[in-house]
């Protein structure tokens, strides 16, 4: 099974399609500044 992966690094290069949603992986550890620079920007 192959799996389409696209990296983007700035919310700009965002597809419209695909904004406006949210996916999480992981575990909450805390606030750091990458997640609050994506926060500022929603």
């Known amino acids: 099974m192959a799996i389409d992966v696209k990296l983007i690094c700035d919310l700009d290069d965002l597809p419209q399609d695909l ?4 996916v999480t992986i992981g575990n909450f550890d ?3 500044c990458g997640h609050a ?3 500022e920007r929603l």
Not at 19 to 22: D, E, H, I, T
């Open 19 to 22: 904004r406006g949603g949210s």
């Open 37 to 39: 620079r994506i926060i």
């Open 30 to 32: 805390g606030v750091h």
